[in-house]
């Protein structure tokens, strides 16, 4: 069975640091994509990154809202992938979900992150 | 940028009814675009992919097509479980820009 668990999430204040991590199994990791998503209170899906998988260069790429501010990475040794949020903002306040595959055929249940002061 | 749209925002209806849903693309996407769907208080489900390929496991009354940037996601005889909020996604190229979802309920 595919598993994708989220965890990280909390209380943090604007402009401190949080780091996301999102454990997998039931399918292999390093073959696919690994996605973050969000999704405000009460709104609709947003595209945060992806990492590709190491067949495709392994790189990360961004949304333009948290370009320079977000990290994805991944360990296919650990089959985990990472979200570093730096320099949080009160709007990144969000369910964030892992997603596997390209589309999203895979979801985490996701972890609330909270923005605030 | 890229830009998603969909029509209608929301939208009601009796069991048994054939809903559509559209939604559109500013550019072309090559018909990698998919649709998900979200119920109240739940992870979001792939429902279909390449436009018009079913997701395994998804009931057959769910039903995409493409024609151009237009996309529609069709829903023949509606039922009470399909009230939830439905997303088209592109996924041609970065960023994978979802649309801003149409919310779908039960007259």
């Known amino acids: 069975e595919v598993q994708l668990v989220e965890s990280g999430g909390g209380l943090v204040q604007p402009g401190r640091s949080l780091r996301l991590s999102c454990a997998a199994s039931g399918f292999t990791f390093g073959d696919y994509y690994i996605n973050w998503v969000r999704q405000a209170p009460g709104k609709g899906l947003e595209w945060v990154g992806f990492i590709r998988s190491k067949t495709y260069g392994g790189t990360p790429d961004y949304a333009a809202s948290v370009k320079g501010r977000f990290t994805i990475s991944r360990d296919d040794t650990k089959d985990i992938a990472y979200l570093q949020m730096n320099s949080l903002k009160t709007d990144d306040t969000a369910v964030y979900y892992c997603?596997?595959?390209?589309?999203?055929?895979?979801w985490g249940q996701g972890t609330l992150v909270t923005v605030s002061s | 940028d890229m830009q998603m749209t969909q029509s209608p925002s929301s939208l009601s209806a009796s069991v048994g009814d054939r809903v559509t849903i559209t939604c559109r693309a500013s550019?072309?996407?090559?018909?990698?675009l998919a649709w998900y769907q979200q119920k109240p208080g739940k992870v979001p489900n792939l429902l279909i992919y390449?436009?018009?390929t079913l997701q395994s496991g998804v009931p057959s009354r769910f039903s995409g097509s493409a024609s151009g940037t237009d996309f529609t996601l069709t829903i023949n005889s509606l039922q009470p479980e399909d009230v939830a909020t439905y997303y088209c996604?592109?996924?041609?190229?970065?960023?994978?820009?979802f649309g801003p979802g149409t919310r779908v309920d039960i007259k």
């Open positions: 390449g436009a018009s």
């Open positions: 997603c596997g595959q390209q589309p999203l055929g895979y």
């Open positions: 550019q072309g996407v090559n018909n990698y």
């Open positions: 996604q592109k996924y041609d190229s970065v960023p994978l820009t």
